[in-house]
């Protein structure tokens, strides 16, 4: 690092400086000390000193990533497209500096930094920002970050703009009688450098600290840090000697790089700092967002910048807002080793390390926002859904009870949709002779307007024989639930009652009393045996209700850059996935095929593998792509990862009081009614479903009196899903009071919710 002085002694002093942390490092470590073999890489670019460098062990399999680091002494004249060409990924730029000379804390601007930000980011280096310090405490250390923070707002730059971490640049400057920060001791500088990095991350960026493997070693307790904190250590020399944790190694101050030009003509290629980035490349093991996008490219000569759809769930982040892209030898000819570089932002934590291919032949991607109607529709659609749908089992019956078909139909179905099979003409049967005439729904209603089993009836033109019209059919038996009477709410160590407040809740919890049936033995003894009736009257029939019936939507999407369609069933061969997707009306000469990455036509008992495209043609000529991606395998299979949510981690832990709790409260949400309807010597009771979240379950109460004196109570489920119950043998004719509650298990205890308003309903 190179500091700046108005009185231009500076390049004498930095070449002491710099001297006096090379040969600090060699001398205490005569030999290197590592975790693992090492690794060795040629020199990226000329003039660095060494021909061959050698990596610690513990980066083995990282990606490497080469960058500088430039400030005031080197020209805001540099052509950055240039040295994007020639390898520079990243540039870490000064943005301030103190002076290290005065006794009182002094800060400047560097005034080349605008220059070099704007060109660096123009020509797609990713950038990072330093700040040259001298501070001797955590508050002068802080000024340092805030006046630093302060320039970056003026300047317009935010988290959005920066892949890499804002960094103190931590270390001596000036002989040591003239400097300012000798004689520091560790403490106090470990607490500096702690405290410029708290004022960092509650600006929500990135901090770091630079420092030489001397300076780390004796002056900086890495053990201290936050685990946030990303550590860049320097040492010139053909190997990183430090035992700290760093991700960046500036090993020359003396590299040359076609298109970095010096300070004092401007024309000539000149002295720069030269880094390494090491980058695992998966360091999400837990990650949440899933990454959808195009990674093969067709080779041009100029810079390929990557575009992707980010999603956490079914939210579609936003480029700029939740996450930034940067790109990775993202100009040369290669058919791997180039990578998008995508950094969380915000709540979004860590990165992300996508391949890319940039080669030849390629088909091009075309996107679907080139296949629309007039009311920017795409031209066509799906025949897909992703969800977990009900279907229910509908059975078509004689008079004598004997099925004729059946099919199952997704809820939604209208009734007028159902296959309705042909009626059959009866001979005579006994004294009476009749003709099948139709079909007839349960209330008349289609599988539409219903939402339990759906019974299909037949209908008879003869008056000699009454139209059957039947319930619908009653639920089947539960198995392995039993009935409890009311659980006594969960008391605190101070006997205080945890359940929602309300009026109704102050009512005392009452056992069944009286018998509200007609003696079941089954009832009185609180085993909740459930008989169902056989019905046994011509055409009747119980349904079958099918759950978790998985189809599959395709989820087309478009963007400027092409559009994608995600979620397609592993093993979905061609034929199957396009006879899902079906053209709008008016679109005469358009068809759709499915093509490799290098525009073949995929036969129709090909597997669709994720990569493949979906290709639109009016005609022979492509006017629309978009990229297929296999359910679970998002943008590739080869070696992405993906971003996870999360928080910055506190800017200095503290102390935590544990006080035992003498009370707790548990919030359970009230049940409601969704429908109570009577049936033959009982009711059926469905509560509106809450999130699972918030409750474990439901129960039913009942009683022949309004104060709800003598009531029984149900469990209606053992999961919050079940939210359906029968209730049967009961007394015929007679009306009953109805109440339900919720109730919601934590830590092996159970707290309950207050009862509803209570609804009657009349027994048949």
């Known amino acids: 690092m190179r500091s700046k002085h108005k009185t231009l002694i500076v390049r004498p002093v930095l070449s002491c400086m710099l001297t006096v942390c090379l040969i600090a490092g060699m001398m205490v470590f005569a030999e290197p000390v590592y975790g693992g073999a090492e690794f060795t890489t040629t020199a990226p670019f000329s003039n660095t000193g060494y021909s061959t460098?050698?990596?610690?062990?513990?980066?083995?399999?990282?990606?490497?990533?080469?960058?500088?680091?430039?400030s005031y002494f080197n020209s805001k004249k540099s052509n950055w497209v240039t040295a994007k060409s020639k390898g520079v990924d990243f540039a870490i730029m000064r943005?301030?500096?103190?002076?290290?000379?005065?006794?009182?804390?002094?800060?400047?601007?560097?005034?080349?930094?605008?220059?070099?930000?704007?060109?660096?980011k123009a020509a797609g280096v990713m950038k990072g920002v330093y700040v040259f310090s001298q501070a001797k405490s955590a508050a002068e250390a802080r000024k340092e970050a805030q006046y630093a923070l302060k320039l970056l707002g003026e300047y317009g730059i935010t988290p959005k703009d920066l892949e890499l971490p804002v960094y103190m640049d931590y270390e001596y400057a000036g002989s040591s009688s003239s400097g300012r920060l000798y004689g520091i001791n560790k403490t106090t500088a470990t607490a500096a450098a702690r405290a410029f990095c708290d004022e960092i991350r509650k600006a929500g960026f990135t901090p770091g600290i630079y420092a030489c493997t001397s300076f780390f070693r004796s002056n900086i307790d890495a053990s201290k840090l936050e685990k946030d904190i990303d550590l860049w250590c320097a040492q010139y020399y053909s190997r990183n000697q430090s035992d700290v944790n760093y991700s960046k190694w500036q090993y020359t101050s003396t590299g040359k790089i076609s298109g970095i030009l010096s300070t004092s003509d401007d024309k000539s290629v000149g002295y720069v700092d030269c880094n390494y980035w090491y980058i695992n490349k998966n360091p999400n093991k837990s990650a949440i967002v899933e990454i959808y996008g195009v990674t093969d490219f067709n080779y041009t000569g100029s810079l390929i910048k990557p575009h992707f759809e980010l999603y956490d769930g079914t939210k579609l982040l936003k480029e700029g807002t939740d996450y930034i892209i940067g790109g990775i030898r993202n100009i040369a000819k290669s058919s791997s080793g180039a990578y998008a570089y995508i950094k969380g932002i915000g709540s979004y934590a860590g990165y992300a390390l996508?391949?890319?291919?940039?080669?030849?032949?390629?088909?091009?991607?075309?996107?679907?926002?080139?296949?629309?109607?007039?009311?920017?529709?795409?031209?066509f659609g799906n025949a897909f859904k992703t969800k977990d749908v009900?279907?229910?089992?509908?059975?078509?019956?004689?008079?004598?009870?004997?099925?004729?078909?059946?099919?199952?139909?997704?809820?939604?179905?209208?009734?007028?949709?159902?296959?309705?099979?042909?009626?059959?003409?009866?001979?005579?049967?006994?004294?009476?002779?009749?003709?099948?005439?139709?079909?007839?729904?349960v209330n008349g209603e289609g599988i539409a307007q219903v939402t339990e089993a759906v019974t299909y009836f037949p209908e008879f033109t003869s008056t000699a024989k009454e139209p059957v019209v039947t319930e619908e059919a009653a639920d089947p038996a539960e198995t392995g639930e039993t009935a409890q009477p009311e659980e006594p709410a969960v008391v605190n160590e101070n006997e205080e009652v945890v359940q929602e407040e309300s009026a109704e809740s102050e009512e005392p919890v009452v056992q069944p009393e009286a018998d509200l049936s007609e003696g079941s033995a089954d009832q009185e003894s609180g085993d909740d045996v459930i008989t169902v009736e056989e019905d046994t009257r011509p055409g009747s029939v119980t349904e079958t209700v099918v759950t978790n019936e998985t189809v599959y939507d395709l989820n087309i999407g478009t963007s400027s850059y092409g559009g994608y369609v995600r979620n397609i069933p592993a093993g979905l061969t061609v034929d199957e996935l396009l006879s899902g997707l079906a053209f709008?009306?008016?679109?005469?000469?358009?068809?759709?095929?499915?093509?490799?990455?290098?525009?073949?036509?995929?036969?129709?008992d090909t597997a669709v593998k994720t990569g493949m495209m979906l290709a639109v043609y009016k005609g022979s000529t492509l006017v629309g792509t978009a990229d297929l991606t296999v359910l679970g395998d998002t943008i590739n299979t080869r070696a992405a990862n993906y971003l996870g949510r999360g928080t910055a981690l506190a800017a200095a832990p503290a102390a935590v009081t544990t006080v035992k709790s003498t009370a707790s409260k548990v919030t359970v949400p009230k049940a409601s009614f969704k429908s109570l309807k009577a049936r033959k010597k009982g009711f059926y009771v469905k509560v509106k479903r809450l999130s699972k979240s918030q409750v474990t379950g439901y129960q039913v109460r009942y009683s022949l009196k309004p104060n709800m004196s003598g009531a029984a109570i149900r469990n209606i489920g053992t999961t919050y899903k079940k939210d359906y119950k029968s209730i049967y043998k009961l007394k015929r004719k007679k009306y009953y009071y109805v109440q339900v509650r919720s109730y919601r298990k934590v830590n092996g205890k159970t707290y309950y919710s207050a009862w509803s308003s209570a609804r009657k309903v009349r027994t048949k």
């Open 95 to 120: 943005v301030s500096f103190t002076y290290y000379g005065p006794k009182t804390l002094t800060t400047d601007y560097d005034s080349k930094f605008k220059t070099h930000f704007a060109n660096a």
């Open 390 to 441: 009900t279907s229910y089992l509908v059975k078509f019956v004689n008079e004598d009870g004997e099925e004729i078909t059946s099919a199952y139909y997704e809820e939604g179905t209208a009734a007028d949709a159902v296959a309705v099979p042909e009626a059959p003409v009866k001979a005579e049967d006994d004294e009476f002779t009749y003709e099948f005439a139709g079909w007839r729904s």
């Open 584 to 604: 709008r009306e008016g679109y005469d000469g358009y068809s759709l095929a499915v093509i490799s990455n290098k525009g073949v036509k995929r036969s129709g």
């Open 53 to 70: 460098y050698y990596h610690n062990g513990k980066y083995s399999g990282n990606l490497l990533v080469n960058g500088v680091d430039v």
């Open 354 to 379: 996508v391949p890319i291919t940039i080669d030849s032949g390629f088909a091009a991607h075309t996107g679907l926002n080139n296949c629309k109607d007039s009311a920017g529709r795409l031209i």
